[in-house]
């Protein structure tokens, strides 16, 4: 009989001991798994999500806020900012560049983005079919959108405020399709993009223009489209990207204490986001932690006691001429084999938890966590199997090692 035939039937002996071993350790490395699947691809996003953007400026409340809505998009926004003094900002000798955001509006839940090409440009979006808007109310979607609400290019539709799909519909404006991007794996692949005279357009109460006061009429510089516009109008807020190093210090503060605008760092509020959702994460990994003791533990335990029962069946292999080494070596790969079996097992039911998110949560779609997808952290899990099968049989494994085949088959 092979070694591995016989370690089989040694764990099929005690089925249910066999197995409330392997589902404690899986429990546990679950959700260690489920940890580093989460809050790996949380980052990757905020890095990719937030690359390209220095400052968002927008209205005065929570920094946080800001950041999520403007940046992330699940939030809502602070509230709105004057164009005139947007654009007096996008001109400030420290601004290298400066992106408008419209927000307030969308459709099933995905929220529609009165932008620029220049917001597309920053996540390096290319077209999939059709073309990019270029009119009022034509918009460019992203694949997720496209997916989700099986539209097609020359569909129609009209935006609901808000975003909730029970959200107040503008019924009188209709929104046309003229593309759909390819995956980018950033926020883009949720967004239907349109430009910010669409979004002014849609909240209209009627098709006559505002009237302009002729001493607040400037050229705007974010919505080169406008020769001139009334002082009211509102967008949601800036991307702003620094021009030097200089910008860091003095572009925030200045924003903040001499203007009606908010400025918030992305960089920090999302340091600041992670150290909140550390706690909580660290309280996990240590019940995840204490799991996986337990079953450490409890893997030990029956291996020390099976040692007992089986020291008979030992002491005839010994006689039969195995080695003492053959015993040590057999003990140790049982150990190791009870714990793989209940890494892989966790592994395959972290990533398959990650799959039901994905797929059957309300609007998980929105936020992008994938299941396909293997960390080096996992190896390390891999490896950490082993060291906790060798540990846990080590010391059965000597003393079978030392087994007295002459006291044993003489009943001592």
């Known amino acids: 009989m092979t070694t591995r035939l016989l370690i089989w039937n040694y764990l099929k002996e005690k089925p249910l001991q066999t197995l409330l071993n392997i589902f404690l350790l899986s429990l546990g ?8 699947l989460f809050n790996n691809q949380l980052q990757e996003k905020i890095i990719s999500n937030a690359r390209g953007i220095d400052l968002v400026v927008g209205a005065k409340g929570s920094p946080l806020q800001l950041i999520l809505c403007n940046i992330f998009h699940i939030d809502f926004p602070t509230g709105n900012i004057k164009l005139i003094e947007a654009d007096r900002l996008a001109k400030h000798r420290l601004v290298k560049s400066a992106i408008p955001l419209a927000l307030g509006d969308s459709y099933n839940s995905f929220r529609i983005v ?3 090409k220049s917001y597309a440009n920053l996540y390096q979006a290319t077209l999939n079919s059709g073309a990019w808007w270029s009119k009022d109310l034509e918009v460019t979607v992203g694949v997720n ?9 020359g569909d129609s539709f009209t935006s609901s405020h808000g975003l909730t799909k029970d959200g107040h519909a503008h019924e009188e404006k209709k929104y046309i399709i003229t593309g759909i991007l390819n995956p980018s794996g950033s926020v883009l692949d ?3 993009l349109t430009n910010v005279k669409s979004i002014w357009l849609v909240h209209e109460e009627s098709n006559t223009p505002q009237p302009i006061a002729n001493d607040t009429v400037h050229q705007s510089r974010l919505i080169p489209s406008v020769s001139g516009i009334d002082s009211t109008r509102e967008i949601t807020s800036l991307l702003i990207k620094y021009k030097n190093p200089m910008a860091i210090i ?6 903040n204490t001499q203007t009606n605008m908010q400025a918030a760092s992305p960089a920090f509020e999302t340091a600041r986001l992670f150290t909140i959702l550390g706690e909580g994460i660290d309280a996990l990994k240590g019940l ?3 799991l996986v003791f337990i079953s450490a533990l409890s893997i030990f335990i029956a291996l020390y006691n099976s040692l007992k029962e089986r020291k008979y069946d030992l002491a005839i292999m010994r006689s039969m001429g195995a080695s003492p ?6 003990i140790i790969f049982e150990g190791i084999s009870l714990t793989m079996l209940g890494v892989l097992v966790g592994l395959i039911l972290g990533h398959f938890t990650v799959l039901l998110f994905a797929n059957f949560i309300d609007n998980s779609q929105h936020v992008g966590f994938t299941s396909l997808v293997f960390y080096k952290e996992e190896v390390f899990i891999l490896l950490g199997g082993l060291v906790v099968g060798f540990l846990c049989s080590l010391l059965p494994a000597i003393q079978a090692y030392r087994t007295d085949i002459h006291k044993v088959l003489a009943g001592n």
Do not use: D, M, W
């Open 29 to 36: 490395i679950s959700v260690i798994t489920l940890i580093i």
């Open 114 to 116: 009165g932008t620029n």
């Open 145 to 153: 959108v496209a997916k989700s609400t099986n539209l097609k290019i």
């Open 190 to 192: 949720n967004l239907l």
């Open 250 to 255: 003095t572009l925030p503060r200045f924003i």
């Open 288 to 290: 995840a932690y204490l």
């Open 325 to 330: 080494r053959k015993l040590f070596q057999l």
